[in-house]
């Protein structure tokens, strides 16, 4: 059985389910990636120019074991083959594949890529940034709530369009909500497809989603409410723009290990210069997440600057 | 290797003062130093480094898988000078000459295959471990975490103990196993995987050039009789409470981290009983370290 997504702007083939991505309806058209169950070798086989404590390179393959899940070979930015141990559900393996497998491939096709959900604003895409845990899919989905459509949720991935403007290639329709902040949010789990038996942690797919390439409009970086530290938004100015970026990549390891890091700061030399960036400082709450939601969109409909 | 060291404690310790006294001593100035200026923290759980080492998301990873990979994530930290990462800014003690360290309140334990979770040899030079009476450690747990008294004290006495792993939302921090009090001194102080120095919280408080005198030679870190009297003065309990007051302090889960600082302070904060469960639960190991009870029939 072969199921087809997209997602990256990137046709997907796949032998396995996967709930994040966009189902694509045009099985006909070429795949640019294929997905499917094999034997992955211990090893790289070839020259092994980098490795951590759970993966290894080579110039056109890398190898990285989930514990006691599995492991994946990505191959030439356009093949993974999965192995998965034993009696794992089908659902750890595709958590994995989206979060790991997949943006190691975008990697692979020299796609750089921010740690970042993303909502579309006037036609433009506004990324939310920051490290794990500080709330970007709360946020994300507050701001859906008023009807700002979904673009990514985890992992925010650049390309240049017309005229050197950065776009966002649309992630999915989804966002990943930890059960408390689910509940808070009013709404009720047994709705929702949780990740993994061991995590309550869940995908929303009842929101307005949009599956369209965009602009770069806004980038705001959230950041947890620490003395001393006030709390709200702030403009940031290019050069503490620039930093932030640096600081929000996706996996700075694959940057560093694949050489993309003078891509990386070109890319953010050109989201400097053409998107607006703030820092957003706020308690990690659901409430004081929807009063900021409140904020930005009053200022978008007001002031229309993204 | 990287001139790498643990700086272990069971919470609530004496840990973060520790860490202030060590970043001081490498600061040219630390007449200027105030307690937000204090070192990103390194810590043995921090999810940054687990997540940009392994590429994976320790938030959707149980405790298990995260811990298989932990020993490896260790090693390569110590080995490896790939966290000169973008992230990796300002300034650390452990940059160029100085002695680096990584904050750690994980029990000193071993996997099912005999692996030593923080990695053994290979991930550190040694360890310095901060202990501090159990009657003190108590009350300023409780207030830290949030708790009752009885509560704290509990936790304290549960070999079992794992810092609140959450199924429905994620801490900051991966999960930690501390083990009880007198379970998490002993695997410090007894494993011979590492050279340990250890320094009692109160004698840090009675003498703090004596301790930290005592602490370089452990590290062989040369330090002038200057370095070390300024250092202890930017560093003193009433100054970091007196910054603390105006301007908060970013590591503090609460309102206040630099609480009370004394030494007995406990006499007044513990009921009898409570002092009598403490003294029970730990007399051993009390008894180990020099903490007299007050119940001579323990």
């Known amino acids: 059985m072969q199921y087809f997504y997209e997602t990256y702007g990137l046709k997907i083939g796949s032998d396995l389910v996967l709930n994040d991505y966009w189902t694509d309806e045009h099985p006909e058209v070429v795949r640019d990636v294929m997905i499917e169950r094999g034997k992955v070798p211990g090893q790289i086989a070839g020259n092994c120019i980098h490795r951590g404590p759970n993966w290894e390179m080579s110039e056109d393959a890398f190898i990285i074991h989930v514990p006691r899940v599995g492991a994946y070979l990505i191959e030439a930015g356009n093949r993974i083959v999965y192995e998965a141990a034993p ?63 979904v673009l990514a949720d985890t992992c925010a991935s650049i390309s240049l369009g017309a005229g050197g403007m950065p776009c966002l290639l649309p992630e999915g329709p989804k966002i990943r909500l930890w059960g408390r902040a689910l509940e808070k949010k009013g709404f009720d789990p047994v709705d929702h497809t949780v990740l993994r038996s061991c995590k309550l942690k869940y995908l929303v797919s009842s929101l307005p989603a949009s599956r369209e390439q965009a602009a770069i409009g806004a980038i705001y970086f959230l950041i947890e409410h620490r003395p001393p530290r006030t709390a709200g938004i702030e403009r940031l100015d290019a050069i503490n723009a620039s930093h932030y970026l640096v600081m929000n990549a996706l996996r ?20 400097s210069a053409k998107s607006e960036m703030y820092t957003l400082t706020c308690e990690r709450d659901v409430t004081v997440f929807d009063t900021f ?14 | 290797m990287k001139n790498l060291y643990w700086l272990a404690s069971y919470p609530k310790s004496g840990n973060t003062w520790l860490r202030i006294l060590l970043d001081n001593l490498s600061r040219p100035m630390p007449e200027k130093f105030t307690v937000n200026d204090l070192s990103a923290i390194l810590t043995s759980t921090d999810r940054r480094t687990f997540d940009d080492s392994t590429l994976l998301s320790s938030g959707l990873l149980d405790v298990h898988e995260i811990e298989d990979l932990r020993p490896k994530v260790h090693v390569e930290f110590a080995q490896v000078d790939h966290h000169a990462a973008p992230h990796s800014v300002g300034h650390h003690p452990g940059d160029g000459e100085f002695p680096q360290f990584t904050k750690v309140h994980d029990a000193y334990r071993y996997l099912s295959d005999g692996t030593p979770l923080l990695g053994g040899v290979r991930a550190a030079k040694g360890a310095i471990y901060v202990v501090r009476d159990p009657r003190g450690v108590a009350p300023s747990y409780a207030h830290h975490i949030n708790v009752d008294l009885g509560e704290a004290i509990a936790d304290m006495a549960n070999s079992e103990m794992v810092h609140r792993d959450f199924k429905d939302h994620q801490r900051r921090h991966l999960p930690i196993i501390y083990s009880d009090w007198s379970g998490h001194v002993a695997s410090w102080l007894e494993q011979t995987d590492l050279p340990v120095h250890l320094i ?82 730990h007399a051993k190991m009390m008894a180990q370290l020099g903490y007299v009870p007050l119940n001579t029939d323990i």
């Open chain 2, 200 to 281: 009692r919280y109160e004698d840090m408080m009675s003498d703090t050039v004596s301790v930290l005198r005592k602490l370089l030679e452990f590290l062989d870190w040369q330090c002038s009789e200057d370095q070390i009297c300024r250092a202890v003065e930017a560093s003193r309990f009433e100054t970091l409470q007196a910054q603390e007051r105006k301007s908060g302090f970013r590591e503090a889960p609460n309102p206040t981290f630099f609480r009370r600082g004394l030494v007995d302070g406990w006499r007044d904060e513990l009921t009898k009983a409570q002092i009598r469960d403490i003294e029970c639960q």
């Open chain 1, 293 to 306: 939601a409140g904020q930005m969109d009053a200022q978008w409909q007001g002031e229309g600057t993204i």
């Open chain 1, 87 to 149: 009696k794992v559900e089908d659902r750890d393996v595709g958590l994995f594949l989206f979060d790991v497998a997949l943006p190691i491939l975008l990697h692979q096709r020299k796609v750089v890529a921010l740690r970042a959900s993303a909502v579309l604003v006037n036609g433009k895409a506004v990324l939310l940034c920051g490290a794990s845990g500080t709330g970007k899919s709360i946020l994300a989905e507050s701001l859906a709530q008023r009807g700002h459509p």
């Open chain 1, 252 to 271: 700075p390891r694959l940057l560093q290990a694949m050489n993309l890091m003078p891509k990386f700061f070109s890319m953010a030399a050109q989201m």
